[in-house]
């Protein structure tokens, strides 16, 4: 299986997915990787 892009989804956005997204681009820079929350709140942003 190949592939080049990544998203890591939790709830928020605020901290697993944005932990999990700079964990996986210092893994595999050749990847695209990006985060995203379900519920998160308007006007701010993880990380």
Partial sequence: ???EKI???CVGN???SPIGEAL???QHPNLI???A???GISGR???
Avoid: E, Y
């Fill in 1 to 3: 299986m190949s592939f």
């Fill in 7 to 9: 998203l890591v989804v």
């Fill in 14 to 16: 605020i901290c697993r």
């Fill in 24 to 26: 996986l681009r210092k």
């Fill in 33 to 35: 990787v990006k985060s």
């Fill in 37 to 39: 929350g379900l519920s």
């Fill in 45 to 47: 942003r993880g990380g």
